[in-house]
């Protein structure tokens, strides 16, 4: 089958358990891909979109109990459960592998077996990392091709080592003779299980098949078993974007961004800025992987090559580069469809569209319908080379100078606030909170959970472990040489519960007010929980925003405060003895600048 003896027993054992009626091992072609895709359309798994708007693009549809991840259905499953942590979903192996083979068996009857090589990370580059999807769903087939490096050229690699991570996934629903498969198959909520054996560099997903539930390369392997390497051999694997920055003097500099799902990082990837003589490029909407190289310096890799993002809220407005992305050679879930065959979502035209074909597939009439047509958590996925400013490096590793925590927080948390120092920046990694959004299935909508890191249901191991790790990553460099940490909040509200600063293309009014400080530049006052820029420095040229509404947005409130500082306390707990001494200190510092 292969030339890896390894992976041809894996096959085997996999293909007796599952019993597919037909293997077929993805070459990565675009002819495959176009086959592929030409099945889906006529098995109307897939809608094809009108050729002449949207070239090459299509829409699936999916079931409405699979729309996002699934985080209470997450395990990570060690031997020992202190080795999965407080955050983590555990279930040891010698239970959780039992469960899952009765599920397993003869899953795949009916379906053929598609045998995905990967590599996460450029083919071939000394960074990245190589893996193999076993999947019964030709939507992963399709996306895992857009998303990751896929075919026979990163089979030749794996022919050649035995250190490939095994995925495996099935939407679990085997066919009977003569039964007809819907078009979304998946199984339910209770059998569904997401199972990451860290200890084996294995994943086991069984029932959706959404996005990071089934796309295995992405959220399983690039965040959750990478994270686990990282720890073990060094680095870091982070929910982070990355951004190349060029100010209007010609001087580049790289930052990422860690905000937890739907918080804007693809938007701060693909930013229009506002300021004049300002160029931002891409490098990554999702996933960083980051090492220190020896000049001692950060560099970020993204992982991926392709985007999965969300619709709602993408507009010519307010991000032109990604409606430029998705243009053609596009696969859309979940968006509404158009009279003429083309998709539709919240906020994509001033003008709502009269009618339209809901997500259900059922017809929509504007005014008449009181729901919206498309998914709040829809998505695109196109590949990275679609990006109109995709950096030309964005296969090698860069230099971080600065790194953006951020989350949803209507209240308490200013515009921006820069760390005092790395540790401190730990600090406030740490302490991240955001309100949940449509990505995750699991929590209500809309309130603020800690999403430490904006890794919270993505930290493969201990979450003590993980932030003890940071530190590790501090000691083998200096606070001078590793990036700066800011703190932003590009959601706080007022008392109308309207967003007090516009966001997108503006903000890149605050990453200049980044790099000035990444190069000490004195534009910035003091608070207790870190430096804010000063009004009267910020370059605001054109920005209609009154005085009231930056004070603000920039309040650092000491009774608010006071009360976030207690829920902090309250929150670690979590980590029962094992709180990170870096997490005690810096909050023993916090309270003393409040004078708690
Ligand atoms: P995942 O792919 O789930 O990890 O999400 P993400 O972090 O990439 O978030 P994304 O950029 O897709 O943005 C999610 C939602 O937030 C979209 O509806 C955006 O329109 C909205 N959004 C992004 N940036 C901003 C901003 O600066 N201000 C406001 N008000 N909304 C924003
Ligand atoms: C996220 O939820 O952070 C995403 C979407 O990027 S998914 O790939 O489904 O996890
Ligand atoms: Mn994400």
Redesign the pocket.
Known sequence: MTQNSLLNAWIEEIQSLCTPDNIVIWDGKKTSYDALVNDCVESKKAIRLNERLRPNSILFRSHPSDV??VEKRTFISTTLEKDAGPTNNWIPPKKLKPIMTKLLKNCMTGRTMYVIPFSMGPTGHQFSKLGVEITDSPYVVLNMHIMTRTGLDVLEYINKTEDFVKCLHSVGYPLKKGQVDPAWPCAPMEEKYISHFPEENMIWSYGSG???NA?LG??CFALRIASNQAKNEGWLAE?MLILKLTDPKGEVKYITGAFP??CGKTNLAMINPSLPGWIAETCGD?IAWLRIKNDGRLYAINPESGF?GVTSGTSQKSNPVALATVKSDTIFTNAALTDDQDVWWEDLTDEVPDHLIDWHGNDWYKGKTDFRPDHANARFTSPLTNCPILAKEYEEPVPISAILFGGRRPTTIPLITQSFNFLHGIFIGSIMGSQVTA??LDEKIGKVRRDPFAMLPFIGYNIGDYVNHWVDMYKKSSNDLLPKIFFVNWFRKDENNKYMWPGFGENSRILKWVIERTKNYANHKITPIGYVPDINRLDLKGLDISRDTLNALFEVNHEEWVDEIKSIEEYYKIYEDHLPAVLKTQLGYTEDRFHM
Do not use: E
């Open positions: 996002a991840r959404y996005g990071g796309l992405k959220k929910h799902s739907a999702d999965f990505a995750t």
